[in-house]
Nanobody, 120 residues
Framework: QVQLVESGGGLVQAGGSLRLSCAVS????????MGWYRQAPGKQREFAAA???????NYAGSVKGRFTISGDNAKNTVYLQMNSLKPEDTAIYYC??????????????WGQGTQVTVSS
């Protein structure tokens, strides 16, 4: 059974930094892509950043230049380094993983979310 466990959220002042981690546990899968999404109070969940198995990254315009997504294959972990944080970055951040099964199908998994609060 695949599980995604996020950590690293918290309270930070505007202009500060946080690093989120998402560790994937389980067996019989290979990574296809992983990403971070976020959901602010009263808003829909939105895409923030993603990385694929080739190391190619993609960012939402609102975080580009401030956030960096990276992965550690040996640790089955993906990170989101968030710099120059703004109050509008306040949200629950969710890790998403697209994992390939041994049969070749892509399965989508979500973490439980971690709260990031940026004070002004």
């Amino acid at each position: 059974q695949v599980q995604l466990v996020e950590s690293g959220g918290g309270l930070v002042q505007a202009g500060g930094s946080l690093r989120l981690s998402c560790a994937v546990s389980g067996s019989d899968f290979t990574f296809n892509d992983m990403g971070w999404y976020r959901q602010a109070p009263g808003k829909q969940r939105e895409f923030a950043a993603a990385i694929n198995r080739y190391g190619n990254t993609n960012y939402a315009g609102s975080v580009k230049g401030r956030f960096t997504i990276s992965g550690d294959n040996a640790k089955n972990t993906v990170y989101l380094q968030m710099n120059s944080l703004k109050p509008e970055d306040t949200a629950i951040y969710y890790c998403n993983a697209g994992l390939m099964s041994s049969s070749g199908s892509r399965n989508n998994y979500w973490g439980q979310g971690t709260q990031v609060t940026v004070s002004s």
